[in-house]
């Protein structure tokens, strides 16, 4: 089983920057996705952005070419480095990472990590 731990969250101004970090423990086997979520409470969670162990990636509308997702796979890690911040972006982030099935013999696996704090606000 894998464990995932983010980091890097906190209080900034609109128009700030953070970086997110997640470290995954134990190993990922076989073609997966790494990807933010974000969930405001009362709300539903909501992917922000996703990159593959081939490094494709992809986001949401709403980011609107603010945001960038990278990942190292060697050291388990996926980062998103968050600019131009806005008030709406307020929102519990979480890390996740999910197999991506291409055969019958690979077997499924969803992970997800405890979320990291992101408060936007004057």
């Known amino acids: 089983q894998v464990q995932l731990v983010e980091s890097g969250g906190g209080l900034v101004q609109p128009g700030g920057s953070l970086r997110l970090s997640c470290v995954a423990s134990g190993s990922i086997f076989g073609p997966n996705v790494m990807a933010w979520y974000r969930q405001v409470p009362g709300q539903e969670r909501e992917l922000v952005a996703g990159?593959?162990?081939?490094?494709?990636?992809n986001y949401a509308d709403f980011v609107s070419g603010r945001f960038t997702i990278s990942r190292d796979i060697a050291k388990n890690a996926v980062y998103l480095q968050m600019n131009s911040l806005r008030p709406e972006d307020t929102a519990v982030y979480y890390c996740?990472?999910?197999?991506?099935?291409?055969?019958?013999?690979?077997?499924?696996?969803?992970?997800w990590g405890t979320g990291t704090q992101v408060a936007v606000s004057s």
């Open positions: 996740n990472v999910q197999s991506i099935i291409t055969t019958v013999e690979q077997q499924s696996y969803t992970y």
């Open positions: 990159i593959t162990s081939r490094g494709r990636a």
